[in-house]
């Protein structure tokens, strides 16, 4: 349960709402007559990372500690997915059969699979890696969680003997 001072949850929730509320508008603009408008993607390309964002803050927040050292990673995964996505749907379409390759691919899908793709997954796991004491439970976590497990075990063991 968020606290009174819980600002990084709040303001996570926030942003999940405001991007899954661009996602859906993004994808019920294409039942109008003509087809989806030119800004339906655009909604689409910042949707999408904003609710990833604000749900890997939503995961990784501790109490009123916020996130610590995970801001800037998840940031640039952010940053990462909102440039990437808007950079492919922004660049002009001149594929052809003379079209330079970025690393074996035509630019466009260079930037999906290896910006949008690949990237994120190299710089979270690291991230996580060099986080993992701070961010993980404590000895003082697990004990409460185990009181918390006992408790309800021992209530519903006495519910059941009330029946």
Same mark, same amino acid.
């Given at each position: 349960?968020?606290?009174?001072?819980?600002?990084?949850?709040?303001?996570?929730?926030?942003?999940?709402?405001?991007?899954?509320?661009?996602?859906?508008?993004?994808?019920?603009?294409?039942?109008?007559?003509?087809?989806?408008?030119?800004?339906?993607?655009? $909604?689409?390309?910042?949707?999408?990372?904003?609710?990833?964002?604000?749900?890997?803050?939503?995961?990784?927040?501790?109490?009123?500690?916020?996130?610590?050292?995970?801001?800037?990673?998840?940031?640039?995964?952010?940053?990462?997915?909102?440039?990437?996505?808007?950079?492919?749907?922004?660049?002009?379409?001149?594929?052809?059969?003379?079209?330079?390759?970025?690393?074996? $691919?035509?630019?466009?899908?260079?930037?999906?699979?290896?910006?949008?793709?690949?990237?994120?997954?190299?710089?979270?796991?690291?991230?996580?890696?060099?986080?993992?004491?701070?961010?993980?439970?404590?000895?003082?976590?697990?004990?409460?969680?185990?009181?918390?497990?006992?408790?309800?075990?021992?209530?519903?063991?006495?519910?059941?003997?009330?029946?």
């Amino acid at each position: 349960m968020s606290g009174p001072r819980d600002v990084t949850r709040v303001a996570a929730r926030f942003v999940l709402v405001g991007a899954i509320l661009a996602i859906a508008a993004g994808y019920a603009s294409a039942f109008k007559s003509g087809g989806a408008p030119s800004w339906a993607p655009w $909604l689409l390309a910042l949707g999408i990372p904003g609710a990833l964002g604000a749900i890997m803050v939503l995961g990784a927040t501790r109490g009123s500690k916020g996130i610590g050292r995970l801001k800037l990673p998840f940031l640039f995964v952010f940053v990462v997915l909102a440039s990437g996505f808007c950079l492919a749907l922004g660049l002009p379409i001149i594929e052809s059969a003379g079209t330079p390759l970025l690393l074996g $691919l035509p630019i466009r899908a260079a930037i999906v699979i290896y910006g949008i793709g690949l990237l994120p997954i190299v710089v979270l796991p690291v991230a996580y890696a060099l986080t993992f004491d701070t961010q993980t439970l404590s000895e003082e976590d697990i004990a409460r969680v185990r009181e918390v497990g006992e408790r309800a075990r021992a209530a519903a063991s006495q519910s059941e003997e009330g029946k």
